[in-house]
């Protein structure tokens, strides 16, 4: 687990932001490694708890600190991929937001619509609030349905009425969303 303690930020990262290349993802990599190695092999769970955390979860959050300062270091003073890289990047994912708007607009300043073909556009705000909504189906659906299960009638109607009515607006705004 500390092998890949804080690297997960680089590969979420890398849809918000431009600036993160191949070389962050390696040092990420292997700095998650040599921590991890140095604090299961050399420091003792005993040597690092605290009165409110365990040996594990300081390590744990020591890692996390280390690869993060490395990650955001290493971003800053290596090279950004190429613009094409960048550019190719963009058409094929668009991961927008304004992280990328700088090669968006140096695109369109060297005539470059930076366009997919398809007209799709950054949809993230939507496609986040549609996994919360999600989420409210599904459990309310499930809790509704246990509530009826054990005899909570009320209870169970009125989830599965919210789970209703969230689903109705789950699909009202996908059929909303531009998936070209």
């Given at each position: 687990?500390?092998?890949?303690?804080?690297?997960?930020?680089?590969?979420?990262?890398?849809?918000?932001?431009?600036?993160?290349?191949?070389?962050?993802?390696?040092?990420?990599?292997?700095?998650?490694?040599?921590?991890?190695?140095?604090?299961?092999?050399?420091?003792?769970?005993?040597?690092?708890?605290?009165?409110?955390?365990?040996?594990?979860?300081?390590?744990?959050?020591?890692?996390?600190?280390?690869?993060?300062?490395?990650?955001?270091?290493?971003?800053?003073?290596?090279?950004?991929?190429?613009?094409?890289?960048?550019?190719?990047?963009?058409?094929?994912?668009?991961?927008?937001?304004?992280?990328?708007?700088?090669?968006?607009?140096?695109?369109?300043?060297?005539?470059?619509?930076?366009?997919?073909?398809?007209?799709?556009?950054?949809?993230?705000?939507?496609?986040?609030?549609?996994?919360?909504?999600?989420?409210?189906?599904?459990?309310?659906?499930?809790?509704?349905?246990?509530?009826?299960?054990?005899?909570?009638?009320?209870?169970?109607?009125?989830?599965?009425?919210?789970?209703?009515?969230?689903?109705?607006?789950?699909f009202r705004i996908m059929s909303k969303l531009n998936l070209d």
């Amino acid at each position: 687990m500390l092998t890949g303690a804080g690297s997960g930020a680089v590969y979420i990262m890398r849809w918000f932001w431009w600036r993160i290349n191949a070389i962050t993802e390696i040092v990420t990599m292997v700095v998650a490694t040599i921590v991890a190695l140095i604090l299961v092999l050399l420091v003792d769970d005993q040597q690092v708890e605290t009165a409110i955390l365990d040996g594990f979860t300081v390590k744990l959050l020591i890692t996390v600190g280390i690869v993060t300062v490395s990650w955001i270091v290493t971003t800053l003073i290596t090279k950004p991929e190429k613009k094409e890289v960048l550019r190719a990047f963009y058409k094929l994912t668009v991961p927008g937001g304004p992280g990328w708007k700088k090669v968006v607009d140096a695109a369109i300043a060297d005539g470059d619509p930076c366009d997919n073909g398809h007209g799709v556009t950054w949809q993230m705000p939507k496609q986040i609030l549609l996994v919360f909504i999600g989420c409210i189906t599904i459990y309310t659906s499930l809790f509704g349905i246990g509530g009826l299960v054990y005899g909570n009638i009320i209870l169970g109607v009125g989830l599965l009425t919210l789970s209703s009515i969230c689903a109705y607006l789950l699909f009202r705004i996908m059929s909303k969303l531009n998936l070209d």
